[in-house]
């Protein structure tokens, strides 16, 4: 998929672009992003939910990880309504099926670029999200302002992000500093996946774009690899792997694999991996 065009490569890296979202979309599963989502849904609307109409924003909703847990919030009160974009028609396809088979009136699907939400008026939603999918934006900060945009005055908004200590996170660090002498600044992870994982960072990012009372909260879930399963190959095709490929000659993919699965089963032999993720929390 991507060649070694490491010191001439202008354009985006494959986690930026609809086409590397695309490709994984069928075998995506946000069994473990919706763990994060959850929590930030009961940092900003509560446990308990809501009887109260209001309208949510899903970012870079993917397969649905936040929308299909923000219907639970919303399940009490009679006109709320969710909005869920994402720039891959593939990943939204997912969501928009599940959608119509189940008959789910409150919930509309868009093709949308988060850093750029034409279309949508200012001051629109009660509350905003973006679980894992802002920190891919190469222009973060268009799409916090955008985010700030579109919130009514009292609205909160919840992004989330991973640490460079999350152990899938520093597997695929460790396949990379295994192979090339390249540090984590320049990584392909500093511009996406890692792009947020300084919580001081994260907060001056969403002070910047005009968020007040900004908390950045770190919750931790359990990602648990099946026994006999290459960690490294549940993986394959994620664009956050593919990029490696960028820096990887893609015929070292075995061994590449190889320097994963090792460093999961020295660090973590239970195959449990617990992860750490922030949640950048604000209000307009
Ligand atoms: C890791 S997935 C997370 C999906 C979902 N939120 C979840 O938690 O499972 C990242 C998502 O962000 C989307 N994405 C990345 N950059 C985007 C952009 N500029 N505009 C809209 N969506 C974007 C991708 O298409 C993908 O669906």
Request: include cysteine.
């Given at each position: ?26 075998a995506y599963s946000h069994g473990f ?7 930030a849904l009961d940092l900003t609307i ?122 899938f996170c520093e597997m695929l660090t ?111």
């Open positions: 998929m991507s060649t070694n065009t490491m010191s001439t490569n202008t354009k985006n890296q494959i986690d930026q672009t609809p086409e590397g979202w695309d490709t994984i979309s069928k992003t919706q763990l994060y989502a959850i929590d509560g446990k308990n939910g809501t009887k109260d109409d209001i309208k949510i924003l899903d970012v870079g909703c993917g397969t649905g990880a936040l929308t299909l847990n923000a219907l639970y919030k919303i399940k009490d009160s009679k006109n709320s309504f969710i909005l869920s974009t994402d720039f891959s028609p593939s990943m939204l396809k997912i969501l928009s099926d599940k959608v119509r088979e189940n008959k789910i009136d409150n919930i509309e699907t868009k093709i949308m670029d988060g850093q750029n939400m034409v279309g949508i008026q200012d001051n629109t939603f009660d509350f905003a999200y973006s679980v894992f999918g802002l920190i891919y934006f190469p222009d973060r900060n268009k799409g916090f302002k955008e985010m700030h945009r579109v919130l009514k005055a009292s609205g909160k908004v919840a992004i989330t992000s991973w640490l460079s200590t999350t152990p460790t396949g990379l500093s295994h192979f090339t002498t390249i540090d984590a600044k320049q990584s392909p992870y500093k511009k996406g996946l890692l792009s947020l994982a300084d919580k001081q960072q994260f907060k001056q990012e969403m002070i910047a774009a005009g968020f007040k009372d900004v908390e950045i909260h770190t919750v931790h879930h359990n990602m648990v690899i099946p026994a006999g399963t290459s960690c490294a190959s549940l993986f394959h095709d994620n664009p956050v792997y593919e990029c490696l490929f960028d820096y990887i000659p893609r015929e070292k993919q075995d061994e590449l694999d190889k320097v994963m699965d090792d460093y999961v089963s020295k660090n973590y032999p239970n195959l449990i991996l617990n992860s750490a993720g922030y949640i950048g929390i604000g209000t307009k």
